[in-house]
């Protein structure tokens, strides 16, 4: 792939992770692509994508192969590193990148109309230090609508606007260049999904402050498979229990905290039901999805109390899930 020349300082640079698209597949992380490079095409600004992806998981000459078309129409790079997971993968991406402006997006998104400027917008003003987009769980079919429901993901947002947020999902977000490079995601081995409050906890700390901008919405789909990812879900709460709790406060802790979780969910169906087209039949369906995700959330809690060593090596060979669960839930 022989991409166009481009000058050393653009305005912005998207990075786009290859890593989800292993679970998501081909034709989702390509629509994700074409949808990028349409939103890229009608900027103003000069701006690249870079698509970085691990050697060992994606053939670098296929993926060159499928963005072929592309390179001809907006400048485009891939970047191929090692032994780097999905949060690894963003801080190449934003030490490799052209722009001053870098956003991040993942390759299993489905991104609206207006995503892109909305974010180079806010960030050029500047609304905030970072700049939070609004990833919700994708409503499009039965199965979808009934798992947003339970689901960590919010559902659509309304007609608000911007606001203060305590952290933000690195699957869709902004920031100045140097801002990335001064609060990068941090070493995997320590904390798995945790990574983004920990960004905005340390930025918060030094004085700084992220905003959600219900304008950049993009859609995430289901979790898949979605008994590893409610395992994972529970292994990650442990993690962020065992750091400040004793190993029994912590497993009282996780079984209040799954129990929460189900209670929200039982009450989001009902009151969310008709917000995302959810037919009276389908409650049962919602209901028991719920139940199974937050039970096997609670077990992969339980197996990561009763042998972290195991589970730990097991999450690092997963890839990212691009965000975390809502803080304080």
């Not at 994972?232 to 229990?241: A, I, P, S």
């Not at 497993?251 to 009276?280: E, F, K």
Request: aromatic content about 8%.
């Amino acid at each position: 792939m022989r991409p166009r020349r481009v000058g050393t300082t653009l305005d912005y640079t998207v990075v786009l992770e290859w890593e989800n698209a292993r679970r998501a597949g081909r034709q989702r992380a390509l629509g994700c692509v074409a949808r990028m490079a349409e939103q890229m095409r009608a900027q103003p600004r000069s701006g690249e994508l870079l698509v970085v992806h691990r050697e060992a998981a994606c053939d670098g000459a296929k993926l060159a192969s499928w963005l072929e078309p592309l390179a001809e129409e907006l400048p485009l790079r891939l970047l191929a590193v090692r032994r780097l997971r999905y949060y690894q993968l963003k801080n190449a991406g934003a030490r490799a990148a052209r722009g001053r402006i870098v956003v991040f997006f993942d390759s299993d998104l489905r991104l609206e109309s207006g995503c892109l400027a909305a974010l180079l917008e806010a960030v050029e003003v500047p609304l905030a230090d970072i700049v939070a987009g609004y990833t919700y769980a994708e409503q499009a079919t039965f199965y979808e609508k009934a798992l947003g429901l339970v689901w960590s993901y919010p559902l659509r947002p309304g007609a608000a606007g911007p606001h203060p947020a305590k952290t933000f999902y690195a699957n869709n977000a902004a920031a100045r260049r140097d801002l990335w490079l001064r609060y990068p995601f941090q070493d995997e081995r320590v904390r798995y999904r945790e990574m983004c409050v920990d960004v905005a906890r340390r930025l918060r700390d030094d004085g700084g402050s992220v905003w959600r901008l219900p304008a950049a919405c993009a859609a995430h789909p289901p979790p898949q498979p979605f008994v590893g990812r409610a395992l994972r879900e529970g292994r990650d709460r442990v993690y962020k229990l065992r750091r400040t709790r004793g190993l029994a406060r912590s497993t009282l802790s996780l079984a209040s905290w799954s129990g929460r979780r189900l209670r929200r969910a039982a009450l989001r169906i009902a009151r969310d039901r008709c917000a995302v087209d959810l037919p009276r039949a389908g409650v049962p369906v919602a209901l028991g999805l719920a139940l199974g995700y937050w039970s096997l959330a609670f077990a992969g809690g339980v197996q990561a109390l009763c042998c972290p060593a195991l589970v730990g090596a097991s999450l690092r060979e997963q890839p990212g899930a691009g965000g975390v669960s809502p803080p304080g839930a």
